[in-house]
């Protein structure tokens, strides 16, 4: 034998042993990458050592493939497997870190309620709707001419004291009620017209138990050929009775408002006592003249009534100021 090929040999048996404890020895896929590397790379030590057959005799160079084979399968198999090892390992730790302990008590998180005044106005909405009625919003900043204006209440109208508002630098002002998004609705449609108008409404109220400045409010708006004041008591008769669960008895009390003519308050009778609830009439022929239509053509009603007034009544409040509290001692006892 000669020098050569007995140092060859040597060398891939230190090799061999050399790489049993060092892959034995790594804790991460990474090391293990780095060592396969070191040893079976293409600049790896085996690569260095198989650069000396070059030296050999012909004779000696298949005993050395043969033996370089061998330490390699026997180091692929030993890294094969150490890396499954530790993939293992690693599933498991990533397991036992993500276990949910089933014995811990959970996170307590109370469910959720509708607000009370958004239960009012859901539900009414659904009434209307359920009538056939479309829903329509509109800015809660409003010009002059859509507040008062086009509602047939000119600038030197006295009925511009029953709603004062909160007015801006710019000329603007804070809507006192929905009926600015009638107007906006009937300039852009023709008749027949059928809308439910939900909104927040601001007035310069001295705030009690029955009053605020930041209110809400729904008003319903219907236009077409024919209609009567009876349709428009038709409408609230079955509004009123949907929204109480009941067939309470009405009455209407001539009123004024300077967008309908007639125009009337509404009571019901609700736990022996006429309580208000809202005020509507015919639409005045001004207005209908404002937005382009034919007041000889087309008649109409329009109605409103607070979201709050509603709230206090269904829910039996003593305070409309309770309603803007967000008190969950309160809230939570609705």
């Known amino acids: 034998m000669t020098t050569q090929l007995s140092?060859?040999?040597?060398?891939?048996?230190?090799?061999?042993?050399?790489?049993v404890g060092a892959v034995a020895s790594v804790t991460t896929l990474d090391e293990l990458e780095q060592l396969r590397v070191n040893y079976l790379g293409k600049k790896g030590q085996l690569s260095q050592i198989l650069r000396g057959m070059g030296k050999?005799?012909?004779?000696?160079?298949?005993?050395?493939?043969?033996?370089?084979?061998?330490?390699?399968?026997?180091l692929q198999s030993q890294l094969e497997g150490r890396n499954?090892?530790?993939?293992?390992?690693q599933i498991q730790q990533q397991l036992a870190a993500e276990t949910l302990d089933v014995t811990m008590p959970g996170v307590y998180r109370p469910q959720g309620r509708i607000h009370p005044l958004n239960a009012v106005i859901d539900r009414a909405i659904d009434i209307f709707v359920g009538m056939g009625y479309t829903v329509a919003t509109g800015p809660e900043m409003e010009t002059d001419?859509?507040?008062?204006?086009?509602l047939n209440t000119p600038q030197d109208h006295p009925a511009r004291d029953m709603q004062d508002t909160f007015y801006l630098p710019d000329g603007n002002l804070l809507r006192t009620h929905t009926s600015p998004v009638q107007?906006?609705?009937?300039?852009?449609?023709?008749?027949?017209?059928?809308?439910?108008?939900?909104?927040?409404?601001?007035?310069?109220?001295?705030?009690?138990?029955?009053?605020?400045?930041?209110?809400?409010q729904i008003e319903i708006l219907a236009i077409d050929k024919g209609i009567t004041f009876t349709d428009l008591k038709g409408t609230l008769k079955e509004?009123?009775?949907?929204?109480?669960?009941e067939d309470l008895p009405l009455r209407f009390r001539p009123s004024y408002f300077p967008f309908t003519e007639p125009s009337a308050e509404v009571d019901v009778q609700w736990k022996g006592k006429w309580l208000e609830v809202l005020g509507c009439g015919t639409v005045d022929p001004n207005v209908l003249k404002a937005v382009g239509y034919d007041?000889?053509?087309?008649?109409?009603?329009?109605?409103?009534?607070?979201?709050?007034?509603?709230?206090?009544?269904?829910?039996?409040?003593?305070d409309i100021r309770r309603v803007y509290s967000s008190d969950l001692r309160f809230l939570q006892q609705l």
């Open 7 to 19: 140092d060859l040999e040597n060398q891939l048996e230190n090799l061999r042993q050399d790489a």
């Open 56 to 74: 050999l005799e012909a004779a000696d160079r298949p005993r050395i493939g043969s033996l370089a084979n061998e330490v390699k399968e026997a």
């Open 84 to 89: 499954q090892d530790l993939l293992q390992a």
């Open 145 to 150: 001419y859509y507040n008062f204006e086009a």
């Open 183 to 216: 107007i906006r609705y009937m300039e852009n449609h023709e008749p027949p017209v059928r809308i439910v108008a939900p909104g927040r409404v601001y007035r310069r109220d001295t705030v009690d138990a029955t009053h605020a400045a930041v209110f809400h």
């Open 239 to 245: 509004f009123v009775r949907q929204m109480f669960g």
């Open 295 to 318: 007041p000889e053509v087309y008649t109409g009603f329009a109605a409103g009534f607070g979201v709050e007034r509603f709230a206090m009544v269904l829910y039996q409040i003593d």
